[in-house]
C-alpha cells in the first residue's frame, strides 16, 4: 500500500513532524507548495499535514477542494499548533465540520504540539 506524507509549514515544525512520520512509515514525503492534485492519485494513502493559522488549517484547500476526487482514498490529517492537544474535540471538530464530509472511513483529527 502505497503512503504519501504532504505538509505545509511556514516555519519548520509540521515539516519535522512530516518528516518523523513519512521516516516511520516508510512513505513518499512531499511539500504541499510542490504538489498538485494529479501527483496525489498514485497514492492509497494520503497523510496531509500543515500548521494551524488563525483557525485554519494552511493550505487544506489541497484536500478539502479535490475532496471529490480523493475520496476513494484513505485521508489523514494531522495539525501542528499552539492550542493544547487535549482540546482534542475542538480539533476534530474543525477538521470534520470546516472541511471534509461526515464519513467515518477517513481518520480526521490528531494534533502535535509545537515542537520548539
Ligand atoms: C499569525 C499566526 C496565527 C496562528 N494561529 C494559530 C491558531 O489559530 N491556532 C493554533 O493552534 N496555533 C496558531 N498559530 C501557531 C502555529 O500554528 C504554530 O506556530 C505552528 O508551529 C506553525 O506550524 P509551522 O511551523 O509548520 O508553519 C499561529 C501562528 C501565527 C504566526
Not at 506524507?5 to 518523523?20: D, I, L, P
Not at 483557525?55 to 494531522?78: H, S, T
Request: charged content about 30%.
Amino acid at each position: 500500500m502505497s503512503t504519501v506524507v504532504v505538509y505545509k509549514s511556514k516555519y519548520g515544525s509540521t515539516e519535522q513532524y512530516a518528516k518523523w512520520i513519512a521516516e516511520e512509515l516508510g512513505a513518499d514525503l512531499k511539500s504541499a507548495e510542490q504538489t498538485k492534485l494529479d501527483d496525489l492519485f498514485p497514492y492509497d494513502t494520503i497523510i496531509y499535514g500543515a500548521g494551524v493559522y488563525v483557525g485554519c488549517i494552511a493550505g487544506i484547500a489541497l484536500i478539502a477542494d479535490n475532496y471529490e476526487q480523493l475520496k476513494d482514498k484513505k485521508l489523514i490529517v494531522f495539525t501542528v499548533g499552539l492550542t493544547d492537544p487535549a482540546e482534542k474535540s475542538k480539533y476534530i471538530d474543525l477538521i470534520t465540520k470546516k472541511f471534509f464530509l461526515d464519513d467515518e472511513r477517513h481518520r480526521t483529527g490528531f494534533s502535535f504540539p509545537r515542537s520548539t
